[in-house]
């Protein structure tokens, strides 16, 4: 356990490390209010016990007759407020500390769980099509949750809490060891007997719980994302059961761990009833039965008690979640490790100056292997593509277009061969320049729950959009007709991932967006294969005029799309096998034939 939290504290940024050490002070400095404000009762219980003191010399006597009360009485009084001052003072300081560890706790969890947030978002394309995306909003939202709540906060309360122990405890050494050490060791043993006890079996329910959170998450995004299937299937059922049974083990687990964590309580508390009637027949015993002697050392001992027992059960109530939730820690630590000194912000999209393209772009011998997959996607493959020109990309299903157009797009980089712009090969350094002119329309646009406005200006904070621009691409993508039609026009909303649009109308605001970008390369990848026949036409009408100095490139099923290219080429696992205008394929590629239903 002290190794993952030496983890966690080294996944802290330095920021965060000096904040925790000035809070540390402030916990050192609230355990010594607590310690003065128990030691405080002992002079009053003193004086209860026996006030024959405040004739005497010492030093009781003398803050008497120099506090210049008029009555025994009245003095005691003046004390009971003095303690109450102290122990208000004490209190105070408690409720301050432990708001801001509470504060700070939170911090750290909202930080980390946006550090993840945005490494996830930074991750290259392999990363996220090898993954499952509810794995990682299970890890951004509930794991770093655990982490916060079930880590990190009840760490801060252990700390503050070990050190108000440990000062108590040294306190009362000093008063008293015998009766001191004689405590300590019996709450100590008690706690770590039950801890030991317990301690697997938190560990085995934190692993459960991980397990179960993250099926939910699986089942909420494959439920909700497949909501038609699953109600013209009638298959909710499936679903519902398998999530049923994982809250119920979310549930059992996180109130068991609960439940271990805050029993022990009442067994401690008889424990420590038993030890104030030993303490009492000791006092007695040791001190002849003197009650003015044993009043103010009983008094110390039952305050310092007072507080300790709730901070003993802390510390164990802590250090049991935070044992039970480590699973959770673990589901993230390597990603938070990954994601240390990860570049807070990229440079914003206009930050780059678009690569320019003058002759062409060359894709030459490139070869990529997915990995897991025992084919390779491309063999070898090379084609170019003319800066200006309209370039169709063909071929059956799983042939590698897709793969080709995330190599121009930069998404991925061959594994050998080079994708070439003009003479320049595409890097590392020049990809964010590259990417910046191109625009990518796919086959499934994925719409944000905003206004067209917003959804063609994707990303774009609200305030920067360009609305002249965006209307410009509107009307270029045959949008404009539907958005007059709409109640708030370009400001209607369309609902989750454009639920109220129809497939034709979600592609055309795919369409506008890449009009947006003004890029001068565009692809489309199936990106007109959900609009119907004449629709088609006028679009890419619309594109081909807009063309005029864009490089497109497009990739189709339905080959009337590439009739008009300036070049066709026929992609057949992971190779060109033929390229040409539609009219030469057609004549002499019976597969294009075949597939043009020619
Ligand atoms: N993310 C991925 N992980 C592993 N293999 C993949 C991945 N994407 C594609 N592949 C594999 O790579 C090969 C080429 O796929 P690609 O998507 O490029 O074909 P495609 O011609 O675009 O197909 P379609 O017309 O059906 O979209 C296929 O065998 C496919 O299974």
């Known amino acids: 356990m002290l190794r993952q939290l030496r ?25 010594f209010a607590e310690v003065a404000g128990v030691i405080s009762i002992g002079p009053f219980m003193a004086l209860v016990g026996d006030m024959s003191r405040l004739q005497g010399e010492g030093w009781l006597g003398q803050a008497y007759r120099w506090s210049g009360a008029d009555s025994p009485q009245h003095f005691l009084s003046l004390m009971g407020l003095g303690v109450l001052l102290v122990l208000l003072v004490a209190a105070l300081f408690s409720m301050y500390t432990t708001w801001r560890l509470s504060l700070y706790g939170a911090q750290v969890g909202a930080e980390l769980s946006s ?73 100590l043993a008690a706690y770590l007997l039950l801890y030991k006890t317990v301690r697997r079996f938190l560990i085995n329910n934190g692993r459960r719980v991980s397990r179960s959170q993250a099926k939910r998450f699986k089942l909420m995004t494959e439920g909700f994302g497949g909501i038609k299937d699953l109600l013209l299937l009638r ?57 003015g002697t044993i009043l103010p050392a009983l008094s110390i001992y039952a305050l310092a008690g007072f507080k300790m027992l709730p901070a003993y059960q802390k510390i164990y109530a802590s250090v049991s979640n935070i ?18 000194g990860y570049a807070s912000e990229m440079a914003p999209e206009g930050a780059f100056h678009p690569l320019p393209l003058r002759d062409g772009i060359r894709l030459d011998r490139v070869h990529f292997h997915y990995p897991g997959k025992r084919e390779a996607a491309l063999s070898g493959l090379s084609l170019s593509i003319p800066a200006g020109s309209r370039v169709g990309l063909v071929g059956e299903s799983g042939s590698g277009k897709s793969t080709v157009v995330d190599l121009l797009l930069g998404l991925i980089q061959p594994q050998k061969g080079r994708v070439l712009v003009d003479d320049v090969v595409l890097t590392e350094e020049n990809l964010a320049r590259w990417q910046a002119g191109v625009g990518f329309v796919p086959q499934h646009i994925f719409l944000a729950d905003a206004s067209i406005l917003e959804n063609v200006a994707f990303g774009v904070p609200r305030s920067e959009i360009d609305v002249a621009l965006v209307e410009k691409a509107v009307s270029m993508a045959q949008l404009d007709v539907m958005v007059a039609s709409m109640p708030d026009g370009l400001e ?18 795919g369409i506008a967006r890449a009009f947006y970008r003004q890029a001068q390369v565009l692809v489309l990848d199936e990106a007109t294969s959900a609009l119907d026949g004449i629709t ?39 190779c060109v096998v033929d390229s040409g205008t539609y009219a030469e394929l057609a004549e002499r590629n019976h597969a294009f034939r075949m597939m043009a239903n020619l």
């Open 323 to 340: 044992r039970s939730h480590l699973a959770a820690f673990e589901a993230v630590r390597d990603d938070l490790v990954a994601s240390r």
């Open 536 to 574: 088609e036409q006028r679009v890419m009408s619309d594109i081909e005029a807009s063309a005029g100095h864009c490089t497109l490139i497009m990739v189709a099923h339905r080959l009337s799309t590439v009739r008009d290219c300036d070049v066709i080429y026929m992609i057949d696992k992971g």
């Open 7 to 31: 983890e966690l504290y080294s996944l802290l940024a330095p920021r965060q490390r000096r904040r925790l050490l000035r809070l540390q002070g402030l916990i050192v400095l609230m355990a």
């Open 235 to 291: 298959r909710q059922a499936t679903f519902t059961t398998q999530f049923e049974r994982a809250s119920q083990k979310v549930a059992r687990g996180m109130g068991v761990t609960q439940g271990l964590s805050d029993a022990p309580r009442y067994a401690i508390e008889l424990v420590a009833f038993g030890s104030v009637i030993l303490l009492v027949l000791y006092l007695l015993n040791v001190h002849q039965g003197n009650l």
């Open 492 to 509: 209607t909303r369309v609902g989750e991932r454009g639920v109220q649009l129809s497939g034709g109308q979600r592609q055309r605001i």
């Open 115 to 187: 550090r993840l947030y945005r490494y996830y978002l930074h991750q290259p394309w392999l990363f996220h099509a090898s993954g499952s995306s509810s794995r990682l909003i299970n890890r951004v939202a509930q794991e770093t949750q655990r982490v916060t709540t079930k880590i990190l906060q009840p760490c801060m309360q252990l700390n503050a809490k070990l050190v108000l122990v440990t000062c108590m405890s040294l306190t009362i050494l000093v008063y008293n060891p015998v009766v001191a050490l004689g405590g300590i060791a019996i709450f």
